[in-house]
């Protein structure tokens, strides 16, 4: 959500990047009633920018004809997945200190370093005749899956304050409820296509960890009390020559210059949610050949069905084994560095960058985001270019007009321009008030400063 992440007006949307944007705000309150943040990318399948997919689907006019193609180069692929759902919310901001309450559900997905001979297999449904009586050998991939509700708290306070610097810091801690946690890590597999429908596995050491509903597919087996844990988001936020009447809460700060620069720095989603309902967890080895018959025909309903046909084709036996496991949060380190080039207009150039412990994590795309936003205390536009994982650049644009907010950081493909690896789309309904009573009693504040 780069259209408001960096926003001075960010508020329970800011949160997620740098939570000490909330103490001294230019507002008192933020009240969230609902946002969504909605973003999947991948370096391999694509749609032809000719289709006209995104607007196509926003109006139902989607055939059952196979429109998606591959970029097989021969380099590994990744993807990532994320949605992102604020619920009720609340900021109290104050000229020293600042705290919060938020809800979320969340939901995250990753694949690093898949083959691409195995990517390209699948995408042809097994069909690859370059393919057959190929043997490929791979070590070191995985996939992750990991969905949670969160209610966390934030506080933050002023550390320094004179005419020149001026430094604030803030924590958010999450208490975490896992509701979908999978993870699949490959050490080494080998492997051949004799045929459209015959796979022979010469070798593999994998692990396959899951807990989720036994018997849903689709949407329905996301939810559900399946196992606990915390995390937090720290932040700090340098400015120099911070003018503290740009931060009142009136249309008069509009006309102040706010800060020179401001440098924010931030640990991002370091947590850790521990299964322990529904869950299992499966050693998948062999070193003899495992022949694998009909695998063009194979029906994988969800996760739990994989781990039953994975484990009786390569085991040889079902041998999945209640167990517990834990998964970690995407954790990444991130830098924003924001210029007020005049009091309405700023610069911002934003750094993300995943720390990644191990396949049990869903893994964070990284990112650098450079930004230009014209931001009003009743209206803002910011138009920005990104680099996922520091390759194939994007065009985003974000809108605020009082308490809506909407935009994507995927502009291109949204208006045909792009051939279509990602989508990303964001939106929110929230207020920055000056005030909590039901009638305004300054003149200063704008209409959607109070709740009249």
Not at 233 to 245: C, E, I, N, P, V
Not at 307 to 316: A, E, K, P, V
Request: hydrophobic share 35%; with cysteine.
């Amino acid at each position: 959500m780069w259209g408001i992440s960096n926003s001075n007006y960010a508020g329970n949307m800011g949160i997620f990047l740098n939570p000490s944007t909330i103490v001294a705000a230019p507002y008192k309150y933020d009240i969230n009633l609902i946002a969504l943040d909605v973003f999947a990318q991948n370096n391999y399948i694509y749609i032809p920018k000719r289709e006209g997919i995104l607007v196509n689907a926003l109006f139902g006019n989607i055939g059952n004809e196979k429109i998606a193609r591959d970029n097989f180069r021969g380099k590994r692929t990744k993807a990532f997945g994320h949605l992102l759902l604020i619920g009720p919310s609340y900021i109290r901001s104050k000229e020293q200190t600042g705290w919060g309450i938020h809800s979320a559900y969340r939901n995250e997905f990753s694949v690093l370093k898949a083959p691409a001979e195995l990517s390209k297999m699948v995408y042809e449904e097994y069909n690859y005749q370059p393919a057959f009586g190929q043997r490929y050998r791979s070590d070191g991939f995985s996939a992750a899956w990991l969905g949670w509700l969160e209610v966390g708290g934030t506080y933050g306070k002023v550390f320094r304050e004179s005419e020149k610097h001026y430094l604030k810091a803030a924590a958010t801690v999450n208490l975490m409820v896992g509701m979908t946690g999978a993870y699949l890590k490959f050490d080494e597999l080998e492997y051949t296509l004799q045929d459209t429908s015959t796979l022979i596995v010469h070798k593999l050491n994998a692990t396959l960890a899951h807990s989720s509903s036994p018997t849903s597919t689709g949407t329905s087996g996301l939810f559900g009390f399946r196992g606990l844990g915390l995390g937090t988001t720290l932040g700090a936020t340098y400015m120099h020559k911070r003018q503290s009447s740009g931060f009142e809460c009136s249309r008069v700060a509009d006309r102040v210059k706010k800060y020179d620069y401001r440098i924010g720095v931030s640990l991002m989603d370091l947590g850790l949610v521990h299964f322990f309902k529904n869950s299992s967890k499966t050693e998948l080895q062999t070193s003899t050949d495992r022949i694998w018959n009909g695998i063009d025909s194979t029906d994988i309903n969800n996760v739990n069905s994989l781990d039953t046909i994975l484990s009786n084709r390569i085991n040889g036996v079902q041998v999945s084994e209640s167990k517990n496991f834990s998964m970690i949060t995407p954790t990444a380190i991130s830098i924003q560095f924001d210029y007020s080039i005049t009091p309405r207009v700023y610069a911002n150039l934003s750094w993300v960058n995943r720390i990644h412990f191990g396949a049990n994590q869903v893994a964070r795309g990284n990112q650098l985001d450079l930004s230009v936003r014209y931001e009003k205390r009743r209206w803002e536009v910011n138009g920005n270019i990104s680099l996922f994982e520091y390759q194939r650049p994007a065009a985003g644009i974000g809108f605020r007009y009082a308490f809506f907010i909407i935009g994507t950081d995927r502009l291109l493909e949204w208006v045909n321009l792009s051939d279509v690896y990602t989508f990303d789309f964001f939106f929110g309904l929230k207020f920055n008030l000056c005030e909590l009573s039901l009638r305004t009693r300054n003149p200063e504040c704008p209409a959607f400063g109070s709740l009249n």
